[in-house]
Each structure stands twice: as C-alpha cells, then as structure tokens.
C-alpha cells in the first residue's frame, strides 16, 4: 500500500502568509474512501459547514466541495484510504492518502485507553471547540502524552468526571441494549459523524441509540466501549485506564454495519 500524500488543488495558492499556516485559521474534514467513493461526504460538508460558519470562514460553493472530494476520490486507485478536503482563508484543496497502519490495527486489535481531565468545566462562548479546525497541535500533543503513559489514546473528561471525547474521535459505549454517544449541543464538543450514523442505525442489529452524559465512573461498567473515527470505524477499548476489558462480541458487527472488515 503506497505511503504518498496525493495533493489535489481546488483554487488559489497555499502560502506563508495565509492565515491558516499563520494562524490555523481554516477547517478540514478526513473522510473514509471506499471503492464506492467517499463515505458519508454530505455528512462531512455539513460539518465542514458547521466548522466554517464558527470561524467565520467563507466556504467555495458546497458543489465545487463535492467535485474536489469525487476528483480526489478518483486519483486514488491504492485500495481503501484517507481524504482529506482542507480550506483556508485563501484556498481549499484535497489530500489522498493510505489509511495510516496504526489505524487499521486499532481497528482490528482494539486500543487502550486512559483518561485524563481536560480542565474545563464549561466551554466559553468562543470556543472552537465544535469546529474542526486545522489547529490540531493541541490534539495531537494529547495523544502523544497518552503514548507516553503506555496508552494508544486518551479520553478527556470535565472537571465534574463526565466524558467528553477524545483528540481526535468520539465516544461510544453499550449499556444494555442502547448504543450511545455523548451530546455535542450540551457538551460543546466536536459533533461526530461516524458515531452519528452509527447510532442512527442501531435499530438495524435490534439496539436503541441514545445520546447521554456518562462519568468515566460509570462507563468503567459498561457493556463495551469505542472510540468512533473515519478512518478507524471503531477502536474497542480493550483496556480503561489499565483495567482489562473482554472483547465485545459487538466489535465485528457494527463494523460490518458501519461498511469495514475489521482487518
């Protein structure tokens, strides 16, 4: 599987004084590509959208978006992989890329997991914390700690124990026979695609879906636990914060629903 980062102009040039190489000020979206072209890209331009409109970030018209995601999505021929539609203040354009092999391994072996406080209790009005901007340092620092302390991943919790999200997925866990998520809206955290079209066809293998708040307490005795990603599907958490955790026969199965072969 090739390594290269195909990229695919979309219009003006990226240079060192944009705002978003000075400032990261822009938005992106990583969507999932499959034989079939780009998996839920309505769902990413609508995020897309959502972030944009956050940073007050004018957009190109969503139609020439989707002919930039359907051209990228055609210059990649290297099996399943990575896309990424990226817009700054003075341009937008695509990547195209393998899907990182550590991803696909969490995808099929499952991660360990720790927790961590975010430190805050409330998010203030302007936050950007529901966008998904290109200011990724933060994130990315988060899961380099998280390595540091002999996990795959980190999930953030509020200052009152409740679960957030981690730096770069969404949170997912079975109690019963309900699949939940957190509430982006009460949280203000990134709203997440893939768990957002995972639960809404939860009724399609007999399950309920719910959002709701969980502490990391309670989500501790939960039937399973996931972090949801593009590129991932999902991760099973197979360790909480060094408690072990039995496999979940569900795994396989809502990553057949959500269209991945576990390998």
Known sequence: MSDSVQVIPGSGALTPADPGILHGEGVFETLHLRPNGPWLLHEHLDRLT?????????????????????????????????????????????????????????????????TAQAGIAARPPWSL??????????????????????????????????????????????????????????????????????????AELG??????MITAAELAGTEAIWLASSLRGLAEARTLDGALRPASPWTARLLALLGFDGS
């Open 50 to 114: 959502h972030s944009a409109a956050l940073l007050e970030l004018p957009l190109p018209p969503r139609a020439q978006l989707t002919a930039l995601a359907r051209r990228a999505a055609d210059a990649w021929t290297a099996g399943e992989g990575a896309l990424r539609l990226i817009v700054t203040p003075a341009t937008h354009y695509a990547t195209v890329s393998a899907v990182p092999a550590t991803a696909r391994r969490e995808r099929r072996e499952g991660i360990t997991l720790i």
């Open 129 to 202: 914390a529901a966008a998904k901007t290109i200011s990724y340092a933060e994130n990315l620092a988060a899961k380099r700690w998280a390595r540091r302390q002999g996990a795959d991943d980190i999930l953030w919790l509020r200052t009152d124990g409740h679960a957030l999200e981690s730096p770069t997925a969404s949170l997912v866990w079975l109690t019963g026979n309900t699949l939940c998520t957190v509430p982006a809206a009460e949280t203000g955290i990134l709203p997440g695609t893939t768990a957002a079209h995972l639960l809404s066809r939860a």
């Open 207 to 212: 399950l309920h879906g719910e959002e709701r």
